[in-house]
């Protein structure tokens, strides 16, 4: 990847730096030469080896220190992983003011593919960093990455469903997806981190291959060796299971509204952004499943 000039900062905050995509963002930083700052809430010195900070959107008095990554020199990017809330846009735009006046110019937001600018929640946080953008203020890009493939692992919801009962749940009946590795994710957003020419753009990041949920029990049932089968769920259904894993009820309805959009064909695309910024295919479903295959077991 083309990076920026050597006599600027090549820092890189990454807020939720232990999660599935900032985790693998850190080892591809490194390798092009950049300095990840790895921000977490909780446990910030878990971080394999990264220079880490404490951060918590709820704690405005831990923001200023790591956008400073620690020191006291701005990072020359952020990774944004926004606050779970129904309407995070104010408290998006206080941070990056906060940033930009102590020096950093470049955001790169993990947003869906399902939220465009005109969206609630993420929406908002993309509308304002094109608006700043435009306005020469900010040097931005937003990651739309369909599913993560690796939420069958590491959420709750879909991993013990998986592992005690056999059984997917979903409220996309026939909707197809292509389901993304959190790897390929972390690749762009590495590019669009570090890259000279400022992105100021939107990636649609998604998998190799069009999947709906009965193909994906399929590829669970042939490389686990037991029967996994996919159990239909209605919006309001998929909305209660949200919540009683633990949910904000403010953000649920919205999480369980993706499934129908999905149903309605939204995510039935397939593009080459990955291999145009990488240089490889994206990672497969099946692929993912073998080398996770001890999860569900």
Known sequence: MAQQDSNESKTVLLLGGTGKVAGQIAPQLVSAGFVPIVASRRNPTSSNGYTTVKFDWDDESTWNDALLGGGSEAVSSVFIVAPGY??????????????RK?????????????????SPALGEIHKLL??????GEVEWAVLRP?????NYATEALHRRAIKEENKLYSATGPGRMPVVSAYDIAAVAAHALTTSAAPNRDYVILGPELLDYTQ??????????RKITYHELTEQELMERHISFGLPKEYAPILASLDTIIRNGAEDRINNLVEEVTGRRPRSFRQ??????????
Do not use: Y
């Open 146 to 150: 369909t599913w993560f493939q690796q």
């Open 288 to 297: 993912f499943v073998e080398e996770e295959k001890e999860t569900w077991m």
């Open 86 to 99: 129904a309407a995070p846009g104010a408290m998006a735009e206080k941070l990056i003011s906060m940033a």
């Open 130 to 135: 094109r608006e700043m953008g435009d306005r």
């Open 102 to 118: 102590n020096g950093t110019r470049r955001f790169v937001l993990l947003s869906s593919s399902q939220f465009t600018e005109d």
């Open 216 to 225: 994906l029990a399929a590829t669970f049932t042939e490389v686990l060796g």
